[in-house]
């Protein structure tokens, strides 16, 4: 597929701006070798993880790794790692597409993951070259597991905040390391793990450390309510002497990987339970098209069949904005790149600038996935409770996934921050955004023109959320005015700010993808174009209540009542028969015995 290189890609400026379908990567664009990938996973999970799923979810610690060794064997690890350390060094598309066929795996995902994200990128992209020639051939091939060493006992979100400490030996040769790390997925069975911990209490620097060496512990495994076969574990550090030559990137730089790392871990994480949405959906559709009662299949009760709507509408929203994150990283790379910058330098860049992006997908991704199989759950009734059934395990497999990499709380708060301290530093265009905005609240508002445009309405819907969006964020930023570090505490409006744009990034992308499938022809484009009014009733609600929260928790009396006012003037949307089109995407749900826009059969 031949896409055009835009300039340069911004984080946030969809709030700002329309986007052009065409230059949106959809499912529909994985090329031959994405193809070819997600075949080679889906046949890897039938052969080598179904099978032997029931002992994995005992934790056997050596099935465990030598089932990650065959993924390696696979060629399931190397795909972004450069040649030059004996990967493949493919776009983020091609590792995306594993990591959402692996998504509804349980444990082995969240062990698969760590593998190719925590245990692996740290030495990617802050590692030296020694480093590099060390470890990356080795990780890639699964000849060695990796793991992740940042949450203490005291300090959760927090982690900055660790009281591992460091000091150099008196020879110069080591550092001491001395402390203690929690949930560590994959502690059990890695071989090198990434440790951070504060030089002379002070300075924040990361360490690599293998397995075996003296004073270094491993604890027992957790025994936790869901991904059973994942190894999570305490590590203890008791004067473990750590080479100089392991330190990872600089000293007290260790905030750059910890934090770096995660935008990666927040979209890689939300493509991978979109991939948990999907699996799940299909169970229900497929165990509903089975049972009877009352002489009538389940999947043609009505209220099964509005179940199944929703869960078709979301993961649909779930895979586009997925997708789009995923091609644009990839996007702004290769543009990037045409301006000769270092690869693993531009591709830190980009994340950077795409982190709110990364964090939409994480928050929106594993709230629609615990929707899903709850709903998957209730569609098998008392079955959906017994262990014999698989909806049971990914119903407690998906509780993991609102808090690790930041819980929602942490990415809501870091998704609005981010966001108001861009545009505060003129980084965003969106004061003077606001500004137009508030000016034309005094006057009739400019209606949308969507003449002539495919889904339109939905269209329309995404125009006036936008505005509704910056005139009350508007409005917020100025009651706290001219003191704005004062937001900062006000968790509350934070937090329903970024429900506002997560709800819009996520229909808008849902959108964008069905325009695009429509404009191509494409034989299912009625399809598409139900899944996006299905969600534009459910992210329309969800931004109208969140800007109405907001308003009336920060003004009173006649400013409440004129805020009000504006919010119903841009509060307006396409009216939709939710009955119709809930029976008609579930008939194709139910036709497609699952999830019914699949691009790979």
Not at 3 to 29: H, M, N, Q, W
Not at 215 to 227: L, N
């Amino acid at each position: 597929m031949t896409v055009e290189i835009r300039p340069r890609i911004k984080g946030y400026s969809f709030l700002l701006e329309e986007t052009d379908p065409a230059l949106v990567f959809t499912p529909e664009d994985f090329t031959d070798e994405h193809r070819q990938f997600i075949r080679t996973t889906r046949e890897f999970v039938d052969q080598e993880i179904e099978p032997i799923r029931e002992e994995l979810e005992k934790l056997d610690r050596d099935l465990l790794k030598n089932t990650l060794k065959k993924a390696g064997e696979a060629g399931l690890f190397m795909i972004e790692v450069p040649e030059q350390y004996g990967g493949l060094g493919l776009d983020l598309i091609s590792q995306m597409v594993v990591i959402e066929n692996l998504g509804g795996s349980g444990g082995f995902a969240v062990a698969y993951g760590v593998q190719i994200g925590i245990g692996s990128e740290p030495i990617l992209f802050f590692g030296n070259d020694e480093q590099k020639q060390r470890y990356l051939p080795r990780l890639a091939s699964g000849e060695i597991i990796g793991a992740y060493g940042l949450t203490e006992p005291g300090s959760g979100s927090d982690a900055l905040a660790a009281r591992t400490s460091a000091a150099l030996s008196e020879d110069g040769k080591h550092y001491i390391l001395n402390g203690s790390k929690v949930f560590i997925s994959n502690g059990g069975i890695a071989d090198l793990y990434t440790v951070f911990g504060k030089v002379n209490g002070e300075h924040f620097t990361a360490f690599l450390i293998e397995r075996g060496a003296p004073g270094f512990s491993i604890g027992a495994e957790e025994d936790k309510m869901g991904i059973k076969s994942s190894s999570t574990t305490t590590l203890t550090f008791q004067d473990v002497k750590v080479p100089v030559e392991n330190v990872l990137g600089e000293i007290g730089k260790g905030h750059k990987i910890a934090l770096n790392i995660l935008n990666l871990g927040r979209i890689k994480l939300g493509v991978g339970v979109g991939g948990g949405i999907k699996q799940a959906l299909g169970r229900a559709v497929r165990y509903g098209i089975q049972r009877k009662q009352f002489n009538t299949r389940l999947v043609d009760f009505p209220l099964i069949r509005q179940k199944i709507a929703g869960m078709v509408a979301r993961a649909y929203a779930s895979e586009s904005m997925g997708y789009r994150t995923s091609g644009d990283i990839d996007e702004a790379i290769r543009a990037a790149g045409a301006h000769g910058e270092p690869t693993l330098d531009r591709q830190l860049a980009t994340l950077e600038e795409l982190s709110g992006e990364c964090a939409i997908n994480k928050v929106f991704d594993s709230e629609c996935l615990d929707w899903v199989v709850d709903e998957a759950v209730q569609i098998h009734g008392g079955y959906g409770f017994i262990a014999e059934y698989k909806v049971e395990a990914g119903y407690r497999d998906a509780r993991i996934s609102r808090i690790y990499e930041g819980t929602n709380e942490i990415n809501r708060l870091f998704i609005s921050g981010n966001l108001f301290k861009r545009a505060m530093t003129g980084r965003l265009p969106l004061i003077g955004a606001v500004q137009k905005i508030q000016a034309a609240v005094l006057s009739p508002l400019e209606p949308y023109d969507g003449a002539g445009k495919p889904l339109a309405d939905v269209a329309e819907a995404i125009f006036n959320a936008k505005r509704l969006y910056l005139f009350v964020g508007g409005v917020i930023a100025q009651r706290f005015m001219p003191d704005m570090d004062r937001i900062s505490k006000e968790q509350e409006a934070l937090a329903w700010m970024a429900d506002m744009v997560i709800h819009i990034y996520a229909l808008e992308s849902a959108y964008l993808r069905a325009v695009k499938r429509i404009e191509a022809g494409d034989p299912p484009a009625e399809s598409h174009a139900d899944a996006v009014r299905y969600q534009m009733l459910d992210s329309t609600a969800v931004i109208e209540q969140s800007a109405r929260t907001l308003l009336e928790g920060y003004f009173a009396d006649d400013s409440l009542k004129t805020n009000l006012a504006v919010l119903r003037k841009f509060a307006k949307w396409p009216h939709v028969n939710r009955v119709e089109l809930g029976r008609k995407l579930a008939k194709a749900a139910v036709e497609a015995e699952g999830y019914p826009f699949e691009v790979v059969s």
